[in-house]
Structures are given as C-alpha cells and as structure tokens.
T-cell receptor, first 113, second 114 residues
Framework: SAVISQKPSRDICQRGTSLTIQCQVD?????MFWYRQQPGQSLTLIAT?????????ESGFVIDKFPISRPNLTFSTLTVSNMSPEDSSIYLC??????????FGPGTRLLVL | QKEVEQNSGPLSVPEGAIASLNCTYS??????FFWYRQYSGKSPELIMF????GDKEDGRFTAQLNKASQYVSLLIRDSQPSDSATYLC??????????????FGTGTRLQVTL
C-alpha cells in the first residue's frame, strides 16, 4: 500500500468561493484518482489525474468546475470551483501503483454554506 | 449503464456468526473485483480483491466470484463487533490490464451484535 495524505482534512466554505484540495503520496504511483462521496452515498469517480497532461473526466464532471493538476508522480490537486451547497461532500483521492488495486487517502470533508 | 448492486442493509449478525455480503454487476466482461470496508467517518480500506472464479481466503475473510452469474460475495467468519462497518463492492469494468477505473456499489452496512 501507500501512505496518502490529504489537505485540508475538512473545511467550511461560503458559496461562490473555491477550495483546492491536495493529495500527497509517500512514493511514486502510476495512477491517481479523485472521487466524491455525497452524504449517505457511495463513491463516484470525478476524474483520473494524469501526470503532465489534462485530467480525464467522467460523465457529469467538467474541468471548469473541478480543475485538476498532477505535476509529478506523488502529488495532485483538485479544486472545487464556484461552490454551492450541493458540493458539500467528502472528496477522496486514491492511488494505484502499476496494478488495478486502489488505495484511498483519508478524505476531505467539505461543507458549503 | 454499467452498475454494481448491493443490498444496503443493515445486515445484523450475532458475534461469532458468519456474515455474508453479496454484490451483483451488470458488465459481463468485468475482470477484477474488490471489497472495501468503510467505518463511519473514515475512508475506504481495501480488504480483498479477486480476479478468478472460485474462492479466495485471507484470514477470516473469503471472497467468492462467479462470473457466469455476475456475482461476487464476501464472507466474514467469526464476526466481531469491530467488523461493524459499511462494505463496498467495487468492480473494474475496463479491459484487463488497463488503468483501473472502479465502479462502486452503494455498500452494505453490517452490524455485529453482542
């Protein structure tokens, strides 16, 4: 497995603002992903963070709302832009090291007022 | 639409009993299957993965896969109160060997009672 950290662990934000979430891994990984888990629901994949190129977004998620960066093999950021209360959720990064198994970070709990 | 289905529960079992968690998936071409445990307020934690038909055992946990029936299950033997959590089934519906893009079920909440 890998040691994964996320910052911030939680935040309360005002609508219309943006929040950038960081995901740091202790060693190089092949794949990094961003998920959303809305209250009482399962995980939904937002996008795959590609190193050195644009992220690959899933249906229903767009770059203008969720810009993602991945400058190297151990770090990625997800920005939640122009937030509304509907964006209140847990945001999780996950990593895979060459294989298909994904390991999750501790998550960022976001509340938008 | 590719789907993974689980009974939301709660599934209540007495301490020491076997808990049986089930999952069905829609894409017959799916190649790899994962079980995650998620405690309340925590992130998912990998328990097991299985690729081949049949059983795979790891300690008190056994994963069972039947690709013909598009069915995967997780058995927990000698259930403990610490096993009380939500169990998420995840399926890689991409081609084998491609980047893992997991589709998650909604999870089954397990309660182990004293």
């Amino acid at each position: 497995s890998a040691v994964i950290s996320q910052k911030p662990s939680r935040d309360i934000c005002q609508r219309g603002t943006s929040l950038t979430i960081q995901c740091q891994v202790d060693s190089q990984v092949t794949m990094m992903f961003w998920y959303r888990q809305q209250p009482g629901q399962s995980l939904t994949l937002i996008a795959t963070a590609n190193q050195g190129s644009e992220a690959t977004y899933e249906s229903g998620f767009v770059i203008d709302k969720f810009p993602i960066s991945r400058p190297n093999l151990t770090f990625s950021t997800l920005t939640v832009s122009n937030m509304s209360p509907e964006d209140s959720s847990i945001y999780l990064c996950s990593v895979a090291r060459g294989g298909e198994t994904q390991y999750f970070g501790p998550g960022t709990r976001l509340l938008v007022l | 639409q590719k789907e993974v289905e689980q009974n939301s529960g709660p599934l209540s079992v007495p301490e020491g009993a076997i808990a049986s968690l089930n999952c069905t998936y829609s894409d017959r071409g799916s190649q790899s299957f994962f079980w995650y445990r998620q405690y309340s307020g925590k992130s998912p934690e990998l328990i097991m993965f299985i690729y081949s038909n049949g059983d795979k055992e790891d300690g008190r946990f056994t994963a069972q896969l039947n690709k013909a029936s598009q069915y995967v299950s997780l058995l927990i033997r000698d259930s403990q109160p610490s096993d009380s959590a939500t169990y998420l089934c995840a399926v890689n519906m991409e081609r084998a060997g491609t980047a893992s893009k997991l589709t998650f079920g909604t999870g089954t909440r397990l309660q182990v009672t004293l």
